[in-house]
């Protein structure tokens, strides 16, 4: 009967979840804590000058010229890992790249030039050298490809953190003053290569937390143009990763979480037994996936706790805000008088609140001027995480009552017998102030206009007689409304010419 240290690098058989895709190769896993022994360990490409000056410690001793990467692997191959190691360089002469490598499957061999793994340089000072310039800080990059000799110090010295090309895929770089190391300051490292991430800490700080599809392949240390490096300490264990999104929301909106990483579709398939712990008092165990709503704002810790074999367990935390919701109240739905304005407001006009009115508008008021028709206002407003949405119904009183009544006849036949010889709207009990009556064929032209309420046409233009079909007539004319404030009305229709 094999022990369990003995079953942590075999081939595995495992169910397949829904949406999961796995590829066959040795999945390295640890009891919950596996020490380092170096002797077991890799010098590649046969480079002599890394030596191991105790089962937990490595150093590499001597520079390589020409200048080339230097790397210590592992005889192992890892994924879904948190490894933790020291380390420290005591050269006080020399402030170049010193790092680790995930995932790494090439070069192996003396003279190997392709290049296959994930790696996270590390600079002391920003310097150019061998025409490329290094930035002082942290480059993690992924390399895939063939790498000749005069090509080594652009893709290593130069860092190249905003420019992807066949061979170099940069994921993430944190560069700047204070970003590099010191000669003689000893830095503690906690690295999760995951399937579907990668999270890197710097003596417990958070340095990258990146999604990243990851393959399974080696671990190791590495320097470059740099030696008298120490490496020392390395543990690593079984690690899990949770995918939740997103983690900040307003208190309507609710948290996905999954034990798949939907960008990768994949998870660590030697996960036993998990339980959600959301941070409210709700938890919930072996669920692949799901939705979580908090009913009240605040911060709060979701943590899923992984169970692997033997007993041993990861959690991964999540931290969740809630913003509490808010409101806007445009008022109620208003009557209007004719051609009235209204004035609204949806907010404060500050930072991180936005609006967007129906009437295109994206300020904090929007005043609406001379209102002829009923309509719908409506804005939609943004204050950080959360959202809200009001509309006001306003209804416009059409039917004043008229101080000026007019009839409008339909037919005339303008043939000179002293009846119906003038088309001529007639008002009653006064005339208006302000008055228009336009004439139209059926082409749309105007044929006859007069602004005298006394003045009719007599079906001609221009003198001659136009001939007995159907025209458009248009009305303009003045009445006051309830606030004797003077409006203008419009009468249209058509009109018989008898002939």
């Known amino acids: 009967m094999k022990t369990f240290s003995e079953l942590l690098y075999l081939p595995f058989i495992v169910a397949i979840l829904p949406g999961m895709l796995l590829t066959g190769f040795n999945t390295a896993i640890a ?18 000058y890394w030596q191991v000056t105790s089962p937990v410690e490595v150093e590499e001793v001597e520079e390589i010229f020409p200048l080339a990467p230097s790397f210590f692997i592992s005889n192992k191959e890892f994924i879904n890992t948190r490894f933790s190691f020291d380390v420290i360089s005591t050269n006080g002469t020399d402030d170049d790249f010193i790092g680790f490598v995930l995932g790494y499957n090439n070069p192996f061999s003396a003279g190997s030039t392709s290049y296959e793994f994930i790696l996270l340089d590390w600079k ?13 800080g942290f480059t993690l990059a992924e390399f895939h490809g063939n790498i000749y000799d005069p090509q080594l110090t652009s893709y290593f010295w130069g860092h190249h953190g905003s420019s992807p090309n066949a061979i170099y895929s940069p994921i993430a770089h944190l560069y700047g003053d204070n970003t590099g190391w010191q000669t003689g300051k000893s830095y503690h490292f906690d690295v999760i290569y995951s399937s579907g991430s990668i999270k890197i800490d710097l003596d417990g700080n958070r340095i990258f937390d990146v999604i990243h599809c990851n393959q399974p392949g080696r671990f190791g240390f590495y320097t470059y143009s740099q030696h008298n490096v120490i490496f020392s300490n390395l543990t690593w264990s079984a690690a899990a990763d949770a995918f939740i999104s997103p983690e900040n929301i307003c208190m309507d909106d609710s948290v996905f979480f999954s034990l798949e990483d939907t960008a990768c579709h994949t998870y660590n398939p030697l996960i036993q037994n998990w339980t959600w712990f959301f941070g409210d008092g709700d938890s919930i165990s072996n669920i692949f996936e799901g939705t979580h709503y908090y009913k009240s704002p605040g911060d709060y810790e979701l943590k899923m706790v992984a169970e692997f ?15 509490a919701p808010f409101e806007i109240d445009l008022g109620p739905d208003t009557l209007l008088a004719l051609h009235s304005s209204i004035s609204l407001t949806a907010g404060p006009d500050q930072a991180g609140w936005n609006y967007l009115w129906s009437t295109g508008s994206m300020l904090n008021e929007v005043t609406l001027t001379d209102l002829t028709r009923d309509t719908v206002i409506r804005v939609y407003v943004t204050r950080d995480l959360c959202s809200a949405y009001d509309e006001i119904r306003v209804t416009i009183k059409n039917e004043l009552p008229p101080t000026i009544q007019v009839n409008v006849p339909s037919a005339f036949s ?9 088309f001529l709207p007639v008002f009653q009990d006064e005339f208006p102030e302000e008055y228009s009556l336009s004439v139209f064929n059926r082409w749309g032209q105007q044929i006859f206009e007069s602004i005298d309420p006394e003045v009719g046409w007599d079906g001609t233009q221009n003198g001659n007689a136009c001939p007995g079909e159907v025209y458009v007539y248009l009305i303009k004319y003045g009445v006051l409304d309830d606030n004797s404030s003077e409006i203008t009305m419009v009468k249209k229709g058509t009109l018989l010419l008898l002939r």
């Open 31 to 48: 009891q919950c804590t596996d020490t380092a022994d170096f002797n077991d360990w890799i010098p590649a490409q046969g480079n002599q």
């Open 309 to 323: 074999p033997g007993g041993c367990k990861d959690p991964v935390t999540k931290f969740i805000h809630v913003q």
């Open 414 to 422: 303008p043939d000179g017998d002293g009846k119906n010889d003038i």
């Open 124 to 136: 002391a000072r920003a310097e150019t050298a061998f025409s490329s310039f290094g930035d002082e």
